[in-house]
T-cell receptor, first 114, second 109 residues
């Protein structure tokens, strides 16, 4: 158990819909990272937050947005969903803002868009 | 932007054989990390290498960081069925960790 929690575990929805994925980092970790993992693909970095502020942006689509709240939990919002958005979404947390230290991954949310 | 390439993409070995995965970065890295993801699981941190030419061992696993800090390798001696999974390298430079696509290891008993 990494100490990072993600909800829900599974999500099935239809094209055009909007969903919200939730992540609670490990106690004491200020950085939260979001990744997308599609079949046979590596981990695509989407976005990072550090202590409530956006720190770095990766290949995140304009239809996707995220935020980190004062209690440090984070939410990833995916809108106007397309079939290609079906993937495993991981949240990870770490102590530092620079990505120098190890990241602890949550169990992931599997999103299926029908 | 920074890219991290990992080869091979897949590797099937007989139990007891050795296994190596290689990681190459387009830019010099400040550090490199290795993660393992078991089937159906999430990535789990294995190790971090920071120094040029660094070699670290964890039981049957040997990790190396190249002299130029642009490449790395993970070698597993005498694979076991518990080694099954996908091994990712992740490099840190001026950006947050950039993950390679991973090497999926299958071990045939």
């Amino acid at each position: 158990d990494s100490g990072v929690t993600q909800t829900p575990k599974h999500l099935i929805t239809a094209t055009g819909q909007r969903v919200t994925l939730r992540c609670s980092p490990r106690s004491g970790d200020l950085s939260v990272y979001w990744y997308q993992q599609s079949l046979d693909q590596g981990l695509q970095f989407l976005i990072q937050y550090y202590n409530g502020e956006e720190r770095a942006k990766g290949n995140i689509l304009e239809r996707f947005s995220a935020q980190q709240f004062p209690d440090l939990h984070s939410e990833l919002n995916l809108s106007s969903l397309e079939l290609g958005d079906s993937a495993l979404y991981f949240c990870a947390s770490s102590v530092d803002p620079a990505g120098v230290y190890e990241q602890f991954f949550g169990p992931g949310t599997r999103l299926t868009v029908l | 932007g920074q890219q991290v390439m990992q080869i091979p993409q897949y590797q099937h070995v007989q139990e007891g054989e050795d296994f190596t995965t290689y990681c190459n970065s387009s830019t010099t890295l400040s550090n490199i990390q290795w993660y393992k993801q078991r089937p159906g699981g999430h990535p789990v941190f294995l190790i971090q290498l920071v120094k040029s030419g660094e070699v670290k061992k964890q039981k049957r696993l040997t990790f190396q960081f190249g002299e130029a800090k642009k490449n790395s390798s993970l070698h597993i001696t005498a694979t076991q069925t518990t080694d099954v999974g996908t091994y990712f390298c992740a490099g840190s430079g001026n950006t947050p960790l950039v993950f390679g696509k991973g090497t999926r290891l299958s071990v045939i008993a």
